[in-house]
């Protein structure tokens, strides 16, 4: 058997870690690292199989010497006998050391190893730390003179959604080509970013894979509506900004950018994942795509069409650009439908920048408030339970946002099915809600029987109570508390703090019908 000494190679390799020369990510795993190089001991490096590099060491039979060359001998130096070279092989592991300069031609000093030793991120799991990073480390400072990476990403463990190491055994593995041909590529490695926090295992369940789905899904229809609003269009760069959400949605995807950067750049895929899912769906496509509507189908003519319809371009090609990474087949299938796209691929696009000539807070804050104000009057109206049939009256009272309400009162009535919106009091019983000092007023008794919507109210209420107390009576009886599994009683607090949110929802419907 041949045997390497190890601390020799170790001492290098431990100091470029201590010097930030080569980083691990997660950190905690640079302890183990250290660990496990401090206590290195010499490296058993023969095998006695068929495949792999052969030892690189000659016998000769007539004189008995022994040789390690590096180029293949017939004849001994010494006595001009034959030579015969050591049948072991060496462990696959050794050769795996040299991968990242004996792939691009070393020990030839070639263009490729030049320009790509040594390269900037290596990701791997962390059952290999030892056995392939850090022998590549101590393999690349000795014949290369340099480190063979800078970063190291150690990826997470896909578990169950219980924790659970999966295991045939167990029954509990999520096959990924199942998973793949049932909800798709893109949803399946969306829902694994949204999923890798970095330093904790995955938690896969089939329910998250379907909500990537849903997500992948709602990116190819926003898409797809995107497509038909730029027909005949043909981008110029953004020129106008006066329309209150184009203002907007530029500024807060200024926000995403720098969110999604920084996320990547610090290999926090999650939050970065996370953002985009929440501006693209909650943003983008709930409120911007919604707002633009009537003004790209020609239902309003108040605004420019054409610099709406240039914001709608850049956010759209920005959005797909950062969702690249995440979900690589829907937005290349996209961009090669986009006009003028610029690329050939959307893989060789450059990412996108933050670009600070777009952000205005001012108009974002403005935004927000038409969007409170939106949904504070849906609100009204799904909690009243009026018909959404119904086109009613609103009054509004605000000292600050007339101008603003007034400005967007198409999109207020729009949004809301709203026959007219007054601004000023409303003198009898009504009822009123507030957000943002915007005091909204409904005359409730022309749309619902405010009678029976109470008598509703009270006898909910009622139910709710005798919920309340008896949950409260179960949750103080000690030997409940002492027997019952844990998750149980998680299960019991969180019912009962959901009743007790039920009721206030109840309490403060009854006074807006009141007129409280
Ligand atoms: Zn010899």
Not at 73 to 84: F, H, N, Q, T, V
Not at 206 to 222: H, L, Y
Request: with cysteine.
């Amino acid at each position: 058997q041949w045997f390497l000494r190890m601390k020799p190679l170790a001492e290098p390799a431990i100091e470029a870690v201590r010097q930030g020369r080569v980083k691990i990510i997660p950190k905690v795993w640079e302890q183990i690292y250290f660990e496990w190089m401090e206590n290195i001991r010499d490296w058993c490096i023969s095998r006695q199989i068929w495949w792999g590099h052969r030892i690189p060491v000659f016998y000769c039979d007539s004189c008995g010497a022994v040789l390690a060359l590096r180029q293949d001998l017939k004849e001994c130096k010494a006595c001009g006998g034959p030579l015969r070279q050591d049948e072991d092989v060496l462990d696959t592991w050794f050769s795996s050391a040299l991968w990242p300069f004996s792939t691009l031609g070393w020990p030839e000093q070639t263009d490729l190893l030049r320009k790509f030793y040594p390269t900037s991120l290596l990701v791997t799991g962390f059952d290999i730390l030892f056995f392939w990073v850090a022998r590549m480390t101590m393999m690349g400072l000795k014949f290369m003179g340099e480190v063979p990476f800078r970063e190291v990403y150690i990826h997470a463990l896909v578990r169950d959604e219980k924790g659970k190491k999966m295991s045939k055994s167990r029954g509990n593995v999520i096959d990924p080509l199942r998973m793949i041909e049932r909800y798709g590529t893109d949803a399946f490695r969306f829902t694994l970013a949204q999923l890798s926090v970095q330093g904790r295992d995955i938690l896969l369940s089939e329910r998250r894979i379907e909500g990537g789905r849903n997500f992948a899904n709602k990116v190819w229809n926003a898409g797809r509506l995107t497509l038909s609003l730029l027909e005949d269009f043909s981008p110029k760069g953004v020129t106008s900004r006066e329309f209150l959400p184009d203002a907007w949605v530029l500024s807060r995807l200024q926000s995403i950018v720098e969110a999604v950067r920084d996320g990547i750049e610090g290999f926090r895929f999650s939050e970065a994942a996370s953002d985009l899912y929440q501006f693209f769906w909650h943003e983008f496509c709930d409120w911007y795509l919604e707002f633009i509507k009537p003004n790209l189908y020609g239902r309003v003519d108040r605004w420019d069409r054409e610099a709406t319809r240039e914001v709608l371009y850049e956010t759209f090609l920005t959005l797909l650009k950062l969702l690249h990474p995440f979900m690589p087949f829907i937005t290349e299938e996209l961009y090669q439908r986009l006009p003028a796209k610029g690329e050939e691929s959307i893989m060789v696009s450059s990412f996108p920048k933050r670009r600070a000539e777009y952000v205005d807070l001012d108009k974002e804050e403005s935004m927000q408030v038409l969007k409170d104000v939106i949904s504070l009057i849906r609100n009204i109206r799904g909690e009243l339970r009026i018909s959404p049939q119904m086109a009613i009256q609103v009054f509004i009272r605000t000292p600050t946002f007339e101008h603003l309400l007034s400005e967007y009162a198409f999109y207020i009535k729009e949004f809301c099915r709203l026959e007219a919106i007054t601004f000023g009091d409303w003198g009898t019983k009504a009822a009123s809600a507030t957000t943002r000092g915007v005091e909204i007023f409904v005359p409730v008794e022309r749309y619902i029987d405010i009678e029976r919507e109470l008598m509703r109210i009270e006898k909910e209420m009622r139910r709710t109570e005798e919920l309340i107390a008896r949950l409260d009576c179960l949750l103080r009886n000690p030997s409940f508390m002492e027997r019952a599994e844990s998750q149980v009683i998680e299960e019991k607090r969180l019912e009962f703090l959901e009743l007790e949110e039920k009721r206030s929802k109840l309490l403060s419907l009854k006074r807006m019908l009141l007129g409280e």
